[in-house]
Nanobody, 126 residues
Framework: QVQLVESGGGLVQAGDSLRLSCAASGLTFSNYAMGWFRRAPGKEREFVAAISRTGENIYYADSLKGRFTISRDDVKNTVYLQMSSLKPEDTAVYYC???????????????????WGQGTQVTVSS
């Protein structure tokens, strides 16, 4: 049974940093491209960042480049999202996702993912 469990969310102030983690189990982690998405209050879920199987290829939403960093640790079966200079508009539930891929590509669409975590709340106060 595949499980993705996010952690690290919380209430922070604008300008703070936060690191989210997503621990995967029940799958061969190195076979999966990973991604982060978020859903802000009253909005659709949107793409945040993606990383390929080996970590060689990374892609970010244009509006988040320079503030967010995605990484993975295949020993710990964990993908991370380091967020800095947080803004109130970053307030959202953040989800990680896993996509089984034979090639070393990034996956940026929600439909491309096979498994999802339950999400972790990030709230940024002004």
């Amino acid at each position: 049974q595949v499980q993705l469990v996010e952690s690290g969310g919380g209430l922070v102030q604008a300008g703070d940093s936060l690191r989210l983690s997503c621990a995967a189990s029940g799958l061969t982690f190195s076979n999966y491209a990973m991604g982060w998405f978020r859903r802000a209050p009253g909005k659709e879920r949107e793409f945040v960042a993606a990383i390929s199987r080996t970590g060689e290829n990374i892609y970010y939403a244009d509006s988040l480049k320079g503030r967010f960093t995605i990484s993975r640790d295949d020993v710990k079966n964990t993908v991370y999202l380091q967020m800095s200079s947080l803004k109130p508009e970053d307030t959202a539930v953040y989800y990680c996702a896993a996509a089984l891929r034979r090639t070393n590509i990034v996956v940026t669409t929600q439909a491309g993912y096979d498994y999802w975590g339950q999400g972790t709340q990030v709230t940024v106060s002004s």
